[in-house]
């Protein structure tokens, strides 16, 4: 009796994109096999557990090969050995390198070195998030930091150049290495309450405005040491902010400011009262947080003093977050027409992204 059997062969390599999740959250094959039990996948497929089980090792097997050449994403694209569509390549990249919100927020604005490594344990007991999952996070955030830490340019070009992310990753990826690289503090229970969003969008804007590749500038000798153009704040900047501390010294000036600010929002505010009694404690706060990023421990302490010197007083005078943002841009426009004032354009780099945060920052 003879039988005939049709075989077709390929030499594609297949990617179980549920598998692939399973391998990145961190789980042992037989952790993994008895979730894919779990899921009904026996009684979809007809499959027995034996062949379950040697379907998971087989998917790990190939995981574990691809692993070497996902750190260094372009190497995916040219070798030859594995078989795999752009779009497949494109999500093992783009998967591999996504994180959780969880993790994130435990690390961001730490050094990303050995020291916080030892602190992964206590992570993932924290978070719920496997072990090897927090350390392939924490290995990625590390591995991007090392690569691009020596670049010029745009940050979230040569992250998106040598890990071939999303845009969305890489600029997620750009406020982590930001984050790092200026060592912002971020652990502190009153700023609990605040996302890795909120965060990310804060970075964003300090990128585009506060750093050196936010005025284009660049070393007439090309072999000069210098820092680099996104990832460090502009120095000279830091240190001109000391200027507008006149605003609140000069009793004139705060006077006068204050006048302007409360004529333009007369009968606009619900809590005018309040804005009224408390403007000069308020512009007292934010232009001392100003003068102070001279000194590295004020601009790592930059989030927690926003939150100390503007949000909480705001919020415990109940002020809604259309009146924050009626205030602030009023606040930031009435400093034009003031005739003592000569530093209206630091004022605007400064305020235009601190205005952005604040209203990032606050949750009425």
């Known amino acids: 009796m003879t039988s005939e059997l049709d075989i077709f062969v390929g030499n594609t390599t297949l990617i179980d994109e549920d598998v692939y999740r399973l391998w990145l959250d961190g789980y042992s094959v037989s952790d993994a096999v008895a979730l894919r039990v779990r899921s009904g996948i026996l009684e979809q497929t007809g499959a027995t557990a034996a062949v379950l089980q040697s379907d ?3 998917h790990y097997r190939t995981f574990h090969m691809l692993e070497r050449l996902l750190h260094a994403p372009p190497k995916l694209l040219h070798q030859l050995i594995f078989q795999i569509p752009p779009s497949r390549q494109a999500l093992l990249i783009e998967r591999y390198y996504a994180f959780d919100e969880a993790f994130v927020r435990e690390v961001l604005g730490k050094k990303l070195s050995k020291g916080t490594k030892k602190d992964l344990d206590d992570i993932s007991t924290k978070t719920g998030i496997t072990l090897k999952s927090c350390r392939r996070q924490f290995d990625n955030f590390k591995r991007v930091f090392k690569v691009v830490e020596e670049m010029r340019g745009s940050l979230v070009d040569n992250i998106q150049q040598h890990f071939l992310l999303s845009d969305r990753l890489a600029r997620d990826y750009a406020a982590i290495v ?4 200026n060592r912002f503090e ?15 969008f804060c970075a964003e804007l300090m990128i585009q405005n506060w750093t050196l590749g936010a005025v284009g500038e660049a070393p007439t000798d090309p072999d000069s040491q210098m820092d680099d153009m996104d990832m460090d704040l502009d120095k000279e900047f830091l240190q001109d902010l000391k200027e ?14 204050k006048s302007l600010v409360c004529t333009a929002l007369r009968g606009k505010l619900g809590v005018f009262s309040e804005m009224e009694a408390n403007f000069k404690n308020l512009s007292r706060g934010l232009v001392n947080v100003a003068a102070k990023l001279t000194h590295n421990k004020d601009v790592r302490d930059l989030f927690v003093d926003l939150v100390e010197k503007f949000v909480e007083p705001c919020r415990s005078d109940h002020w809604p977050l259309n009146d924050v943002r009626l205030f602030l841009n009023q606040y930031s426009a009435s400093v034009h027409s003031l005739d003592g004032f000569r530093h209206q354009a630091l004022w605007d780099r400064y305020m235009g992204t601190l205005r952005g945060c604040l209203l990032r920052l606050y949750h009425d």
């Open 178 to 181: 930001f984050f790092a690289n």
């Open 244 to 257: 507008l501390k006149v605003l609140v010294a000069d009793k004139d000036l705060l006077d006068l400011h």
């Open 56 to 58: 998971t090792m087989d």
């Open 186 to 200: 971020t652990g502190k229970k009153k700023l609990q309450y605040l996302s890795f969003g909120d965060f990310a």
